[in-house]
């Protein structure tokens, strides 16, 4: 049996501090981790191809207004070798980010897709911001399996001010992440944990947010100040209730989003590493997530990828990324996902299903008791 969670129970646990009680949470989104998606933890090999961007988000270094960033863009044979190169570690994903970077055109992508599809036989992700749904259909038509788009907080107002429109003809966020599953894209969104100004408030409509999407992907990660951005200073925001940008938080949400969209793959996360580079990624996949995104951009690019600052992995080499990965995901006792490992909810929107809500026994917060 699943679970629901209401408001106030999602708004109690997103508060809860008592150890014992968030073992429980952990302990639940474990289970219904193993039991809707398994022990397999999928790999998704990590492509950083542009840090060029046209935006001016608040919160991440690669904003245009940012002159203290070498730009680099890597070349369609740069990219091709890096997607084989993935393909050699056995992984069944690759991941192209970049800034919102027009110098990749919809013809540049296009070509990107349609050559790993031929030369590395490879699930292809997309995270290349908001562009036009011409470009999305076209890339789609090309291969590209999934986009990612997080909408970042379901608060518009907050969301509009961190993230300055661009103007022009283009659809709004959240219109067009609602375009990607009609497209035939496998839907991927997300949120941060601790922007200046989310409150608890938000963070539950975020979670409810990600059920009413029927998400097949869900990236949460903590906010990380960048100095070179409007949301640069470490200090204290004096707006009353701000939700704090924590690892403890950051895994209760990775938890609650496993408990209320149980089918959706969930990614570990960098930012959370970033954090805790002992054992952020471990306890990620321990409370809710089943996914790690292994980084494979080339050495002399990824240090200019720098969306916040210390980023867990900046030095490494694809090499050392895949052993040390892999290495902590065995000694969790947990297998490497083979093949491309679609996330189980795209298979159930594809027949047609509703997702689970059941009822549950009233117990703390929501949960039931084992
Ligand atoms: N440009 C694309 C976009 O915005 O969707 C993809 C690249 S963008 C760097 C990928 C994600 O990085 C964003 O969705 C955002 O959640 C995350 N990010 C940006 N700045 C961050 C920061 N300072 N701390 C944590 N995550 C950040
Ligand atoms: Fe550009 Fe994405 Fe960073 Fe915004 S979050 S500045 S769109 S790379």
Redo the contacts with the bound molecule.
Sequence with gaps: MTLTLDRPAILRWLAETDPSRLEELWREADRVRKEHVGDEVHLRGLIEISNH?L?Q?H????RAGNRDITRYRMTVDEIVACAKQTRSFGYGTVVL????DDGLTRDDVTQIVKRIKAEAGVAVTL????RTVDELAAWREAGADRY???F?TSNTELFSQMHPPRGGQRLARMDLLRQLGPLGYEVGS???IGIPGQSYDDLANDLELFRELDLDMI?V??????PA?P?GKNEPTDFPGQVPATELLTYKTIALARLLCPDANIPSTT?LATLNIAEGRELGLQRGANIVMPNMTPPEYRVY?E??PAKACIRETADLCNRCITGRIEKLGRAIGQGPGASPNLRRRARGEKQKLERVAPAPHGLRRP
Excluded: K, N, W
């Design positions: 961007c935006r988000c919160y991440c270094g690669l980010q970049a800034g919102e995270s290349l911001g908001e990612l788009l997080r970042e997300g949120v941060m990236g990660g903590p906010f990380i100040a960048h951005t949301f930012a990828y969306i916040y």
